[in-house]
């Protein structure tokens, strides 16, 4: 199984400020065909479902906002919220959809400083 | 826009069988460019992805879980089910009906793009 691991488990950040979280992969997401990571970021927050930020790596879901944003390769990947909004606190699970059995990360709780 | 409502009994003695329903609006189960899956999140644990099936019926499941895990769906009603025998405490988690993206005719799978609210069960006696 491709093993998802994320950091760090917890993170704070002041208003305002950029928060990154980081996905690694323990194999590589990247389908040398169409050159795509088979990488996927949801955010949870408490009491409902997960919904769907980014996918492909990089590619914001309709509605998200610009402040969020993906960026990696291969194995190592970082989801960044530019300006902090307090809406934004959650949790983050990063996914690969590379192979079966999907697996997500353990996910990195987002809270303000 | 399509909805997804999971429903089901909270609470399942161990060694039962869980059986959870998953009714779609809005949208077709036998949609093309998708497919449908059941994810798991135990208290404090991260997401588990139990499985997925077609609207044609095929299913693929995750093979920690394939012994124990049947899902189908009735494209009269356009809902989805689950059954998972043999339950333990681990089991105890909130189960989410999940829509998947996919290419046309589904050979290749993608991200996860429509969630149900989700419902939680419990395995005690």
Known sequence: ?113 | QVQLQESGPGLVKPSETLSLTCIVSGGSVNSDSHYWSWIRQPPGKRLEWIGYIYGSGSTYYNPSLKSRVTMSVDTSKNQLSLRLSSVTAADTAVYYCVRGACNLSCYQHYHFDVWGRGTLVTVSS
């Open chain 1, 1 to 113: 199984d491709f093993v998802m691991t994320q950091s760090p488990d917890s993170l704070a950040v002041s208003l305002g400020e950029r928060a990154t979280i980081n996905c690694n992969s323990s194999q590589s997401v990247l389908y040398s065909s169409n050159d795509k990571n088979y990488l996927a970021w949801y955010q949870q927050k408490p009491g409902q479902p997960p919904k769907l930020l980014i996918y492909w790596a990089s590619t914001r879901q309709s509605g998200v906002p610009d402040r969020f944003s993906g960026s990696g390769s291969g194995t190592d990947f970082a989801l960044t919220i530019s300006s902090l909004q307090a809406e934004d606190v959650a949790v983050y699970y990063c996914q690969q959809y590379y192979s079966t059995p999907r697996t997500f990360g353990q996910g990195t709780k987002l809270e303000i400083k």
